[in-house]
């Protein structure tokens, strides 16, 4: 996994830019108050799947505070860190929106120990009534006995890693888990009242697209609330990137990948989900968007959150800061006193903008007209390319025209299989 940016450093008390806290009451006082998240990193793995480039670790013991055993205390310290440098930073107290635990694999805690984080995160911060509460799962760390644990702590939502249905290709990303692994796993989250999403990865070599139809099957026949589905990267530096470039792998197929997607959509679509990002589907027969995973809808919409844990990032009304990636350099700032974050940045407006088009461009609330025509104007475009871009991305099928009508850039199904084109035409000032 590459190094981390170095960004601009962050100072040992965690104290943030002077203006933070007076963006967050401005846009309150706006009456477009910022929502506040909290993702929490779980480092640990007991495989490193061969195309994961995340900061995971299958080591047990990582050092004082970063063991297995440990970690929920130090992710804890990080909670009251945090509380007291938005304190101190003049950060008005809001309450979490949603929780997030991620990895890694959460679950390779006991449910006890993610159940006391979440509850030193209300103790310090409070959360909204109704407010999502998701740990990532692997399918083989699930009993009921877990999932009825995590529930009765606070918990609503198990997001599994089914990834395939089919052997053979779990095989070859090195997932550990076997089939019969899902259903029993959302067998028992639905047994304890929890809502349900299943993540599932296509165009692994070797996958037909019959291997594919029956993941989306076996899927679809387990009722999830939520679908995400990711065509697998080749990232550099993982044992899956490796392989490829001994050729004892074929490389990613992105033709074969496109057909597996426009395939999942039919399906999905079909058994009764709509699509609200390119890679995720929600059961919403009355498109009241009731299933959505509002957690990454908030990170879409640009709000913020505080990021727990090594490598963990953050972000608060502009600021962009990142956490020491090792454990144990994580754990041992926070023992000594220090901020875990090691850098931070300001993207200028030119990046947010940029940012904000890669991101709105992905989703079926789509990216207003108008913030594009700012970004024109601040560039001196007086408006005539801007309508010839969008003109011509309605004529070649990739923006919906009904929508660019009422002032909204919406990809169409084939503008989510190019969305690289929409985001180059639109971010081009």
Excluded at 98 to 127: D, K, M, N, Q, Y
Excluded at 169 to 194: E, M
Excluded at 252 to 279: F, H, I, N
Aim: a negative charge; proline letters at 7%; aromatic letters at 8%.
């Amino acid at each position: 996994m590459p190094a981390l940016p170095l960004g601009m450093p962050v100072p040992d008390d965690g104290a943030l830019p002077a203006d933070v806290g007076a963006r967050v009451r401005a846009a309150a006082a706006a009456g477009a108050p910022r929502t506040f998240s909290l993702y929490v990193h779980v480092p640990f793995c007991t495989v490193r799947c061969g195309y994961c480039d995340f900061n995971t670790y299958t080591a047990v013991d990582l050092g004082p505070g970063a063991a297995r055993g440990d970690y929920a205390e130090t992710a804890i310290a990080e909670l009251a860190f945090a509380e007291r440098a938005l304190e101190a930073s003049g950060v008005p107290a809001r309450p979490l929106h949603t929780v997030f635990f991620g990895g890694g694999t959460p679950t390779l805690l006991p449910a006890s120990h993610l159940v006391r984080i979440l509850a030193a995160a209300r103790e310090r911060f409070g959360i909204v009534p109704g407010a999502e509460v998701t740990t990532e799962a692997n399918p083989d760390t699930i009993t009921p006995e877990y999932a009825a644990t995590l529930a009765a702590g606070g918990f609503t939502r198990l997001s599994v890693g089914m990834q395939s249905a089919v052997p053979h290709v779990l095989a070859t990303l090195d997932r550990t888990h076997r089939p019969a692994s899902v259903p029993a796993a959302v067998a028992a989250a639905r047994a304890a009242g929890l809502e349900v999403s299943l993540d599932l990865i296509y165009g692994t070599p070797g996958e037909s697209l019959e291997d594919w139809r029956a993941t989306l099957e076996t899927a679809v026949a387990l009722a999830p609330d939520h679908v995400s589905a990711y065509s697998l990267i080749v990232e550099e530096g993982t044992k899956f990137g490796a392989r490829v470039a001994r050729g004892e792998v074929d490389d990613v197929d992105p033709d074969d990948q496109a057909d597996k997607y426009v395939l999942a959509d039919r399906m999905l679509a079909t058994a009764g989900y709509r699509w609200y990002e390119v890679s995720n589907w929600a059961r919403d027969p009355e498109g009241t968007g009731v299933h959505r995973a509002r957690h990454n809808v908030a990170y879409w919409e640009d709000q913020d959150w505080w990021g727990v844990g090594p490598g963990a990032h953050s972000h608060l009304a502009g600021v962009r800061f990142w956490n020491a990636k090792h454990p144990a350099a994580y754990a041992q700032r926070l023992a000594t006193g220090v901020t875990p974050a090691v850098g931070r940045e300001i993207p200028d407006a030119p990046a947010r903008r940029l940012e904000r088009v890669m991101l709105a461009a992905r989703t079926s609330t789509g990216l207003g007209l108008a913030e594009v025509e700012e970004g024109f104007a601040a560039a001196g475009d007086d408006g005539a390319r801007l309508r010839d871009l969008v003109a011509a991305l309605i004529a070649d099928g990739l923006v919906d025209g009904r929508a660019a009508l009422s002032g909204r850039i919406v990809p169409t199904l084939e503008g989510r299989l190019r969305n690289d084109r929409i985001v180059r035409d639109l971010a081009g000032f």
